[in-house]
């Protein structure tokens, strides 16, 4: 039996689709054939590699015996969701930084939380003041002396030359 809308809103309706396929010990090739549809549809769905279309939603309904849009509004949450999720991924003033600076990835894609480490290595290596002193304004002194521990190594003096000057670390281990 699947479970209210709003019990499980934000869920990718495939993870949905594959545990109830589980407990009633069929596959996914097996759904795919009940509904004629394509197993590599229904397989990128349980992967959550896709989202449910309008016409697969009825065919599943159908399948399952509920509302024709109980799979369209469950994807719908999950995109709200994902939006909201990406929405709240803080940045700095990106203002500050050049783009240039990092040239070799989408400037306005940039993880600032996941990529912290790397980040930080790359504005400490070719940062300038400004770039440097919002860098460290944005995750803490704190933050920022952490990850430079962590880094091994950087083949650029100015990385140990302005870990320094910003007294980051005592010394360069």
């Given at each position: 039996?699947l ?40 397989s ?57 600076l ?18 930080i ?51 360069f281990a």
């Open positions: 039996m479970p209210e809308i709003s019990k499980i809103r934000g869920v990718h309706p495939g993870a949905l689709l594959k545990r109830e396929l589980k407990n009633l010990g069929i596959g996914g090739t097996e759904l795919a054939e009940k509904i004629d549809e394509h197993k590599q549809t229904i990128a769905i349980l992967n959550e590699r896709r989202g449910i279309t309008p016409s697969l939603s009825i065919k599943l309904a159908k399948q399952f015996n509920i509302a024709d849009d109980y799979f369209m509004m469950l994807q719908a949450g999950y995109e709200v969701k994902s939006v909201a999720d990406e929405m709240k991924k803080i940045t700095p003033d990106l203002t500050q930084f050049r783009k240039v990092f040239w070799d990835t989408d400037f306005h894609k940039l993880d600032w939380g996941k990529n912290k480490r790397a980040i290595k790359r504005i400490l290596e070719r940062g300038n003041k400004k770039e440097i002193e919002t860098m460290i304004s944005f995750y803490g002194k704190d933050i920022v002396a952490k990850e430079i521990r962590s880094i091994k190594s950087s083949f650029l003096p100015s990385f140990k030359v302005n870990a320094q000057k910003y007294r980051l670390i005592a010394e």
